[in-house]
């Protein structure tokens, strides 16, 4: 617990990267189809799968046999029949998986009633926006799940891929009650023209002021352009440079300590600092009119279609907006700040748990067959299946990396890979020898930013008042900054504003949130 106290006060994770180099992975043994194609090849760091002569003469074990209920991101689920890729993925496992798909579009709700049912698999993929829900948490306080809080640490491969940030993240008074789907914890930055800013000499924004000084000289030089692209939904500041900016102002990252109690930010000087920045950006058009109604893909559409200077937004956004760009202008060049005065926001490094019901998962041996599944699927022969399937069939190396056979057999590969990642947990970072430079880029400010990533404080917590009325909430200050940016109201509105969202219930998370934290601290 020590760890993770010092975690809360000051952002320190270590995120490991497994690293796929040269030909590192050409001749896994555990893979049926590790043929000699010439290259050199070593064993991978982390692999512990070789068997010792005992192993070697034992009769192979009966795959183990379990359920899984996942989110379905597509209008139908994937064959898994007759499917080679997830074929070579239970056998490599040695697992018979029985798949559960729910619609992702109701899929909370569904969770929620399988929940009270009772009807669950033996193991549930809870989201994200589900783990800090009123079910979810009486669910874990009242027993429902295996805790694993002390079993994770007992699997490698799963333990590299985890830090106190995302274990404190996904907690639940301290306790663990699944295994997290890890993410990077610094992962926002500004994307830019670089070819623009060198073409004109404008210099790279280091701070909130540079960052307003940046777009005030593109209007200048390329006034049809929008010089910031910015998109704010309520729950849109993670992404859109506002806690980055802020962070970089040496603020909070929504919540932080102050005077010991934990403090929004709402009315901060360095998050005010931001709005009035915004405010005047807005009004001498060099950010887009439109911001507060942009949604979906249409946030990136300005950058990827050349209309726009800066977007901020995840590092790893940069790729797809480079190969789109290119299309339009094959001398574009798309650049990556990942931090602003040497800051970003952190994220809150999870995209949910996987869930073992204790009404379904009965004995210890069974939890243990669970973990050493996920913890295997791992292993670099199956990171390289989930990335590009199986040599000789779908991939062969080039100068000791896998490639695609061809753009028809990489189409086919990712329609029957796409089972394999509701299933199972991924690295944080992998890295392979033919990474373009923007790529290895962009992995290389995710492991580097991730030990000074500012998290915000209230994420391990659970406030009742937030579970309950959150949403309502939220939209009260979010309602109030749209106004202030767009000038509809003043600065004594904004204050009112958050002077309201207090009364109807953020001064009672802010006690809620206090009292979590103190009882974590004194742990």
Known sequence: MNQRKKTWKKASTTLLAVSLLGGLLAGCGNS?????????????ETS?????????TKEPAAPFAFSITTQLN???????????????????TNTDITVNYVPNANYIDKFNLSLASGDLTDVVMAPAAVIKGTAFVNAARGGAFWDLTDEL????????NMNDIILANTSIDGRTYGIPQPRQTARVGVL???????KYDIKVPTSLEEFYAAAKEIKEKLPDVTPFSYADQVKESTWNGLDLLTVSNGGFNIWGLKDEKIQPYYDSPEYISVLETFRNMYNEGLMNRDFAIVQGAQKKEAISTGKAAMFATAYDDANGIQLAIEQIDPEAQIGLIPVINGETNSTSGHNGLFVLPKSKVKTQEQVDAILTYFDRALEEDIILLKNYGIEGETFTYADGAPTFIDGDVEAKYKENNKPLASVSISPVVVRWPNDPPLAALIKDAFEQYAETAVP?????????????RGGELDKVVYDARVKFIMGEIDANGYSAAVAEWRKQGGDKMIEEYTAEYNKAQSK
Not at 153 to 160: D, F, T, V
Not at 192 to 198: G, N, P, S
Not at 456 to 468: A, G, H, I, K, M
């Open 153 to 160: 640490s007992k699997y490698p491969n799963i333990a590299k």
């Open 456 to 468: 915000n404080l209230v994420d391990p917590f659970v406030s009742t008042t937030y579970v309950e």
């Open 74 to 92: 597509d209008a139908q689920p994937p064959a898994l029949d007759g499917n080679p890729i997830w074929e070579e993925f239970e056998k490599l």
């Open 32 to 44: 049926s189809n590790s043929g000699n194609n010439g290259n050199e090849t070593s064993t991978p």
């Open 48 to 56: 512990n799968n070789q068997s010792s002569p005992v192993e070697a």
């Open 192 to 198: 830019y023209r670089k070819d623009w800013f060198e």
